[in-house]
């Protein structure tokens, strides 16, 4: 039987091109520039319109769900076999991201036959919106050599995040990289939500109510871009920022503390994040009702 290790070692490939639009940072807010679409270089960060967007990444989510003790849920997960339903570019990018963020679920907990089948499901969406050709033989050997080192990974990631940019850039593709975006974070708070109200640490929680700043940066992101195909999703997304304003997030500054010697800054101010059992039950409602227009 292959072993996840093995999954990775050999089609990595198709992880990193599906999540490689989904990285995260640690800013979430919004920042304006000139340019209408880039990449910031230092970053997995991406710019429309003016507008920089991070959104969590599906595969630090996989990881918090599996530190709170939750076991795996074969049920959350988009059907292997709605594949089928997506035939339009629009479907497909979504489900990409879905797909992308469903694999990073189940390869972090280990289920090697199950990562194979979403692997061939990634593959084919891949192909379908021409995206292959992004990657060349130096990717691949590099993740192969980087395969057990996260900070590595994450390096090649955003260099492949930024190829990937530049691709769909010249060939006037920006939307998709936008609809994978929207995806992928659909699917992954989908988790969140759904496994929140089994986790007594309220870790869940906390990480589903954080997510208020990101889904407002994706109704901006889809803002730039609605045409009648992609109105219902906007409107979804615009009724989920709404719920979203009922979370409660409490900043207290406290001046940093720094140490010439050392040159090191240690950062005292601190975020609270309350998400009330109603609220969390509202965010999963709309969440579902979301995830059912993107994979349905």
Avoid: W
Wanted: aromatic share 8%; charged share 20%; hydrophobic share 40%.
């Amino acid at each position: 039987m292959f072993t996840t290790k093995y999954i990775l070692k050999h089609s990595l490939l198709t992880l990193i091109i599906a999540l490689l639009f989904i990285q995260c940072t640690n800013d979430n807010e919004p920042v304006k520039s000139e340019d209408p679409i880039k990449i910031d270089q230092g970053s997995n960060i991406m710019n429309f319109n003016g507008q920089l967007f991070s959104i969590p990444s599906p595969i630090q989510t996989a990881k918090l769900i599996k530190a709170t003790g939750a076991e795996f849920n074969n049920n959350l997960v988009n059907s292997i076999e709605n594949l089928n339903l997506y035939n339009s570019t629009y479907k497909q990018a979504l489900n990409l991201g879905v797909y992308g963020a469903d694999f990073a679920y189940v390869s972090y907990y280990g289920q090697d036959e199950t990562s194979i089948k979403y692997m061939k499901n990634l593959r084919k969406l891949i192909d379908e919106l021409d995206l292959g050709s992004v990657m060349d033989d130096q990717f691949v050997e590099r993740i192969g050599e980087n395969i057990e080192n996260q900070d590595s990974l994450m390096t090649i990631s955003s260099d492949m995040f930024r190829a990937a940019d530049n691709y769909l850039k010249s060939s006037d593709q920006a939307n998709i990289a936008g609809l994978i975006l929207a995806g992928g974070f659909i699917e992954s708070l989908y988790f969140s939500s759904n496994l929140a109200k089994m986790d007594p640490s309220g870790e869940l929680a906390k990480r589903v109510g954080e997510q208020k700043q990101t889904v407002s940066n994706i109704v901006l992101l889809l803002g730039n871009d609605v045409n009648k195909q992609s109105q219902d999703l906007y409107n979804e997304f615009k009724e989920l920022e709404k719920v979203f304003e009922n979370v409660q997030v409490n900043y207290q500054y406290a001046h940093p503390e720094t140490d010439p010697a050392k040159k090191v800054t240690v950062i005292k101010s601190s975020t609270e994040v309350i998400v009330s059992d109603k609220v969390l039950e509202e965010i999963l409602v709309k969440i579902t009702s979301i995830r059912t227009l993107i994979t349905g």
